[in-house]
C-alpha cells in the first residue's frame, strides 16, 4: 500500500545517535567524500532516504523502478556505501528466487489448475496460462471465450500471494465474465484476496499510473 513496504527484506545494524539536525527523511542520489577522500557514487536505480527515526534497521525494497535504501541518518559514507551493496544483493536474490519458484507457462498453468480446484471446485479449466511482457497497463487479463488468461510479467518480482490472487482473479471471469456482485463473491472464495488487492493498488499508486481505481473496481482487468 501507499508508504509501505510489504515484502522488503530488513537487517538490524548497530545502535547510533542521529545527527543533530536531521530530519524525518531525505532522499540521497550521492554522498560526499568521508575522511578517507573516497565518495558514495549510487547507480542510477538506487536512491538512499536517511531517517533520523531510524536507529537498527536498513530497508529496501522496489518503488517506481528504483531500489530504495532506508538507513539511519547517522551513517557514514562508508557505512552508506556497504549497506546499500548488501541490502541490494539481498533484495536481487529474494527476486531471482521468487521467479524461479513461479516458472514458465507450464507451472503457471498448474498453479491455476490447483487454484480452480482448491476455490472453485474445478468448474474453470483454462485453455491456456501464459506470462506476457505486452502488459504494462494491467496485471492479468482473461478471454472467456477460448479460456485463455494472460498475467503481466510484472508480477514475477510480486510475492506469491499477489500471484496467485490474478489467476483467481481471471479463473472467476471463466464463471463469470463482467464484475458484478457474483464475481466478487467468487473472488473472495481466495482468503488473501483483499490483502493482495491492497498490495496492487499501493504499487500502482507508487508508479504514479493515477489515482486508485474507484471503489469497486480493481486493478485487474
Known amino acids: 500500500m501507499p508508504g509501505t513496504t510489504p515484502d522488503a527484506p530488513h537487517s538490524p545494524v548497530p545502535a547510533a545517535a542521529p545527527r543533530e ?4 527523511a531525505r532522499a540521497v542520489p550521492a554522498r560526499g567524500p568521508d575522511r578517507g577522500g573516497s565518495a558514495t557514487v549510487l547507480p542510477e536505480d538506487v536512491e538512499v532516504r536517511r531517517s533520523a527515526r531510524r536507529r537498527r534497521t ?27 551493496a548488501q541490502m541490494v544483493a ?25 487454484l480452480s480446484e482448491a476455490h472453485f471446485d474445478g468448474v474453470p479449466q483454462p485453455a491456456s496460462v501464459r506470462w506476457v511482457d505486452n ?10 471465450a477460448d479460456r485463455t488468461i494472460r498475467l503481466s510479467s510484472r508480477l514475477r518480482r510480486m510475492p506469491e500471494y499477489v500471484v496467485d490472487y490474478v489467476l ?7 464463471i463469470e465474465p463482467s464484475h458484478d456482485a457474483r464475481f466478487w463473491a467468487l473472488v473472495a472464495r481466495y482468503p488473501r484476496a483483499e490483502r493482495a488487492r491492497g498490495f496492487l493498488e499501493g504499487v500502482e499508486v507508487g508508479h504514479g499510473d493515477g489515482a486508485s481505481p474507484p471503489s469497486g473496481d480493481d486493478p485487474v482487468d
Do not use: N
Request: charged share 35%.
Open 21 to 24: 539536525g536531521s530530519r524525518a
Open 58 to 84: 536498513v530497508t529496501a525494497y522496489r518503488e517506481s523502478g528504483r531500489t530504495v535504501v532506508l538507513i539511519p541518518a547517522a551513517f557514514s559514507p562508508a557505512e552508506e556505501r556497504r549497506w546499500v
Open 90 to 114: 539481498k533484495l536481487q536474490t529474494r527476486e531471482e528466487r521468487r521467479r524461479r519458484s513461479l516458472g514458465g507457462d507450464d507451472e503457471l498453468m498448474a498453479r491455476a489448475r490447483a
Open 135 to 144: 502488459q504494462q497497463r494491467r496485471w492479468g487479463s482473461c478471454t472467456p
Open 168 to 174: 483467481v482473479h481471471e479463473l472467476a471471469h471463466l
